[in-house]
């Protein structure tokens, strides 16, 4: 059983930067996709940043310029850095790995991590 586990979220002023860390742990397949979202009150889940298990990302239009998705696999984890934080990027940050093996698919999530972001 994979299991992932959030860390770094915070209080920051705006301008500030936070640095995510998901850790993952549990034997999985290493075709795998691993994403950030965000969870802002009020408002639907957004997929802010993915990596795949290659380096390849791709970010939301909300976030580009600003966070960097990046990755060790042999530490089998995920980071998320955060610049030039705006109060509108205040949210609990989940962690989710998606796993290929043949033609299924299994998806795995985090507890998430609040990031709190002042004005």
């Known amino acids: 059983q994979v299991q992932l586990v959030e860390s770094g979220g915070g209080l920051v002023t705006a301008g500030g930067s936070l640095r995510l860390s998901c850790a993952a742990s549990?034997?999985?397949?290493?075709?795998?996709?691993m994403n950030w979202y965000r969870q802002a009150p009020g408002k639907q889940r957004e997929l802010i940043a993915t990596?795949?298990?290659?380096?390849?990302?791709a970010y939301a239009d909300s976030v580009k310029g600003r966070f960097t998705i990046s990755r060790d696999n042999a530490k089998n984890t995920v980071y998320l850095q955060m610049n030039s934080l705006k109060p509108e990027d205040t949210g609990v940050y989940l962690c989710?790995?998606?796993?290929?093996?043949?033609?299924?698919?299994?998806?795995?999530w985090g507890q998430g991590t609040q990031v709190t972001v002042s004005s």
């Open positions: 989710n790995l998606i796993t290929y093996s043949g033609t299924s698919r299994r998806d795995y």
């Open positions: 549990g034997s999985r397949s290493s075709i795998d996709v």
């Open positions: 990596i795949t298990f290659g380096g390849a990302t």
